[in-house]
């Protein structure tokens, strides 16, 4: 069975870099589409982007200069880095499968921008 | 950007009964419409995909129609377990974009 978990610190300084992993277990990494999306508290879910087992990458326009997802086969993993971050990047940070439709996702990580 | 619309925001309703939940797009999208169903703490679980298709293991009582920019979600008959918040989204154009949700309560 699929399960994705993500990792990484729950408070940023706001003009640092907020940095997430998201382990896979119960499948390989090959072959598939992996994606993060986020939910400011209160309001909507925001697709970040995805990236491909190949390498290929595809970012939201909004967050297009900011944003870098890599991955580590070998690990299973892949990761999400986004610079210069705001109060207004606080938020749950999911990571999931598949784009343009995630079809498993992980519980999500609150990440706080804060001094 | 596409802006998906949902409504209504909240929908009380008691167990057994029929809930009926609407999603716009501002645009055309043909039927590249999601839902999925969210319960706090958790990440979003896929509903319905192509607007009208259930993803896999899901129940038979949720059913997804239309197409172009009118959907609807229906849950035949609500059980304990379906209430949550419900999100549509459209992923005709890039990027996907998500409703705000409609909140599923118990009466």
Redesign the interface.
């Known amino acids: 069975q699929l399960q994705l978990l993500e990792s990484g610190p729950g408070l940023v300084k706001p003009s640092d870099t907020l940095s997430l992993t998201c382990s896979v277990s119960g499948a390989s990494i090959s072959g598939s589409y992996w994606s993060w999306i986020r939910q400011p508290p209160g309001k ?4 970040i982007g995805y990236i491909h087992s190949s390498g290929t990458t ?1 970012y ?3 967050l297009n200069t900011r944003v870098t997802l890599s991955l580590d086969t070998s690990k299973n993993q892949f990761s999400l880095k986004l610079t210069s971050v705001t109060a207004a990047d606080t938020a749950v940070y ?1 990571c ?1 499968r598949g ?10 990580v609150m990440v706080t921008v804060s001094s | 950007e596409i802006v998906m619309t949902q409504s209504p925001a909240t929908l009380s309703a008691s167990p057994g009964e029929r809930a009926t939940l609407s999603c716009r797009a501002s645009q055309s999208i043909n039927n590249h419409l999601a839902w999925y169903q969210q319960k706090p703490g958790l990440g979003p679980r896929l509903l319905i995909y192509g607007a009208s298709t259930r993803a896999t293991g899901i129940s038979a009582r949720f059913s997804g129609s239309g197409s172009g920019t009118e959907f609807t979600l229906t849950i035949s008959s609500l059980q304990s377990d379906d209430f949550a918040v419900y999100y549509c989204q459209q992923y005709k154009d890039w990027p996907p974009t998500f409703g705000q949700g409609t909140k599923v309560e118990i009466k």
């Open positions: 909507g879910l925001e697709w595809h939201n326009p909004s999911h999931a784009s343009p439709v995630a079809d498993t996702w992980a519980q999500g």
